[in-house]
């Protein structure tokens, strides 16, 4: 059995997080430690533990998650922004569940 991270239990409701965008495929979340004045997590509901783990058959979800961020933001007016991928725990990565940073200096509209 796969070994369930803090971001399975977020994406299966099990514990709160503040959701800002979902659907069948992905959720959208505030980062509990927000590194800009807007700082959100996506990650696919499909779990894959990092970008080191993508395989051909998942090797669609990094660009999914960018073009769900890409509309989310379009769709928000967040002119500018960043796209991360921390890969590994070399890389940063604390969280063992693929997820995408989104960063910008804008916050999103009330
Ligand atoms: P990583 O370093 O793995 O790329 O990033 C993991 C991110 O998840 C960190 O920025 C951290 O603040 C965030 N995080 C860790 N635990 C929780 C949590 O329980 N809820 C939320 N919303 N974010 C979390």
Do not use: C, N, W
Request: charged share 25%; hydrophobic share 40%; aromatic share 10%.
């Amino acid at each position: 059995m796969e070994e369930r991270t803090i971001f399975h239990r977020i994406r299966d409701k099990e514990i709160p997080s503040d959701i800002v965008f979902e659907d069948d495929e992905v959720l959208a979340f505030r980062d509990i430690h927000p590194k800009a004045p807007l700082h959100l997590l996506f990650i696919p509901k499909h779990f894959v533990a990092s970008i080191a783990d993508v395989t051909p058959e998942t090797s669609f979800i990094p660009g999914m998650l960018i073009a769900k961020a890409q509309k989310f933001a379009k769709e928000k007016g967040i002119a500018g922004y960043r796209l991360t991928f921390h890969v590994g725990k070399e890389g940063g990565q604390e969280v063992m569940y693929l997820h995408l940073h989104f960063l910008s200096d804008q916050k999103l509209p009330s």
